[in-house]
Every structure is written in structure tokens, then in C-alpha cells.
């Protein structure tokens, strides 16, 4: 059953035995006959090959989940509900798609992952404006500064109203929106942010972090700058 097969791959992965998982989800997949459980471990072995850094199998079986995410009725392509599966299908391939740097592939999933989440949580929700923040992050790695700025800050916004300015997330998408005010030049918006986040950075990540490394290098290359 369904459940058996999951409690079985979830305590190989638990003991360290991946490859026993994966034997046991891909023995799955190959059974199943059912649209929505083939969905499932589908997006459980992509999930598991993407933890054992096995990226191109990760990505091709991940694709294959969420082809099976729409269908095609009287012409029409619509969406087939698995529940909240049918973010994380898309959630995981479009971090997988990120990490493997094809920005303009990632870009488009995670607007996708963004409307979902407007449409199953809110457009406030945390989880949506993380997504926003991802297309962001995206944008930036194209070089579409402005339009990176632009998103950054409409999520920097939103958060601070929702989550309060103290908040990890709120903090790191305040560190997030610093650079992209220093990509367009905007410096003195940036140091004000950066200024501003830098002390909770250190509380929440330590003071030798990358976020942290980071700050202090963008605030130095600001000094001379106005």
C-alpha cells in the first residue's frame, strides 16, 4: 500500500540507506497504476535523488510529477489536485531548476509556484511571498535589476506589515532588497537597509555566516557612495 511504501523509503532514508529507498520508490513508480500515487512517488524519488545529489535524474523525474500536475480535457490543460503535494512538487523543482542555475527555467516555475500559492493560501501568506522572492532572486541572476528591486521590495513590504520587521524571514528579504538597491544603484536606500538588518543577521545566523559576510562587505563597499 501507499502507506507502506512511504514508512519503507522514509526509514531507509532515516537509517542512512538511500539506495534502498530509492530502489523501493522506483519499484513504486514502475507499480503503480493509479494517476495520483504514481504522482506521489514520483515527486518523493526526485526529492530523494535531489538529496543524494543526483540532479539530472532529480530534475527529469521531478518534470515527470508535475507532467502529471495537469491534464488535457476537450483541449483544455487544467490542473489535477494532489492536494498540497502540488507545491511541493513545484516547490522542489524549482529550487532543483535554481541550484542548477538555468535562472530563466527556474524564473517561470516559481511564478507558477507564486500564482498556486496565491490561489491556495493568500497573497500575503509567507509561504507566497517566498516564492515572490525566489522570482526575484532569479530576476537578479539575469541581470534584471530593476525588475529584481521592484519584487524584493513589494515582498519587503508585505512582510514588515505581516510578519514584523524582527522577523527571519522579513530580515533576510531586508538583506535581499539591500542588494538589489546597491545593483541599481540606489545607495543610500541601501545602507539604510542594510544598517538596519545587519544586527538581527548576526542573531539569527552568526557573525561568521555568509548572510552575515555579505552585509558587512556591501556596507563597506558603500562608504564614498551617497
Known amino acids: 500500500t501507499i502507506a507502506v511504501c512511504v514508512d519503507m523509503s522514509e526509514l531507509f532514508t532515516l537509517l542512512g540507506k538511500e539506495k534502498h529507498a530509492e530502489t523501493v520508490l522506483r519499484q513504486c513508480v514502475s507499480n503503480s497504476k493509479k494517476r495520483h500515487f504514481k504522482f506521489l512517488y ?9 538529496r543524494t ?4 535524474v532529480a530534475a527529469v523525474l521531478l518534470q515527470k510529477a508535475r ?17 498540497g ?13 535554481l541550484q542548477m542555475k538555468d535562472y530563466a527555467k527556474a524564473e517561470v516555475l516559481f511564478r507558477q509556484l507564486m500564482e498556486l500559492r496565491i490561489n491556495t493560501l493568500s497573497e500575503q501568506h509567507p509561504y507566497t511571498l ?22 524584493y521590495s513589494s515582498a519587503l513590504e508585505t512582510l514588515n506589515e505581516t510578519l514584523g520587521s524582527h522577523h527571519p524571514s522579513t530580515v533576510i528579504t531586508t538583506h ?19 544598517s538596519s538588518c545587519i544586527d538581527s543577521l548576526v542573531e539569527y545566523f552568526g ?4 548572510q552575515v559576510q555579505e552585509a558587512k562587505k556591501l556596507l563597506a563597499m558603500l562608504e564614498g557612495k551617497s
Do not use: P
Request: a negative charge; charged letters at 20%.
Open 85 to 97: 503535494y502540488d507545491d511541493y512538487a513545484l516547490s522542489q523543482l524549482a529550487a532543483l531548476t
Open 67 to 83: 507532467e502529471l500536475q495537469v491534464k488535457e480535457v476537450s483541449g483544455d490543460i487544467v490542473a489535477v489536485n494532489h492536494g
Open 42 to 50: 514520483l515527486t518523493m524519488l526526485g526529492v530523494l535523488c535531489r
Open 207 to 210: 557573525d561568521t555566516s555568509r
Open 53 to 56: 545529489n543526483q540532479l539530472d
Open 130 to 151: 517566498s516564492a515572490k522572492c525566489s522570482v526575484a532572486s532569479c530576476l537578479k541572476s539575469q541581470l534584471h535589476y530593476e525588475e529584481a528591486f521592484a519584487i
Open 176 to 194: 535581499s532588497t539591500a542588494v538589489a538597491a546597491y545593483l541599481v544603484r540606489k545607495y543610500s536606500l541601501c545602507r539604510t537597509l542594510e
